[in-house]
C-alpha cells in the first residue's frame, strides 16, 4: 500500500513494475466517489526500481486504487490511502474513539 500525507501537494513512491516502459499513464480510482482521474506524472527507473512523482490535492482519510499502465497493458496496480498519521502508528479509527 502507498501512502501520501494529504498535507503536500507533491507525492513521491517507489514501486517495482511488473515490466519497464518507456511511456506510462497514472489513474487514482477514488472507492468513495467511484470517479476515475489520470495525473500528470514524472518517472525515472534507477536500478530496477521506478519512482513516480505527481502532483495531486488528497483529503484525509481517502482511499484510492492506483493504476500505471502504458499501450501493451498494466504496469501496476495497487492501493493508495491519504493520511498525516505517521505509517507505521496508523490506526483507522484514531481520534474517532476514546475508551475509558
Known amino acids: 500500500m502507498i501512502v501520501v500525507n494529504p498535507e503536500d ?9 511488473r515490466y519497464y516502459p518507456s511511456e506510462i499513464v497514472l489513474t487514482l480510482y ?15 527507473i534507477n536500478d530496477g526500481i521506478m519512482t513516480v ?23 501496476f496496480r495497487g492501493k493508495l490511502i491519504s493520511t ?7 490506526k483507522q479509527t484514531n481520534n474517532l474513539y476514546v475508551y475509558e
Request: charged share 15%; net charge negative; glycine share 2%.
Open 9 to 17: 501537494a507533491n507525492h513521491t513512491f517507489d514501486i517495482i513494475p
Open 30 to 44: 477514488n472507492e468513495v466517489t467511484q470517479l476515475s482521474e489520470i495525473v500528470n506524472q514524472l518517472f525515472i
Open 53 to 75: 512523482s505527481f502532483t495531486y490535492t488528497f483529503t484525509e482519510q481517502a482511499k484510492y486504487q492506483i493504476k500505471i499502465t502504458d499501450e501493451n497493458g498494466v504496469v
Open 84 to 90: 498525516s498519521q505517521i505509517p507505521q502508528d496508523y
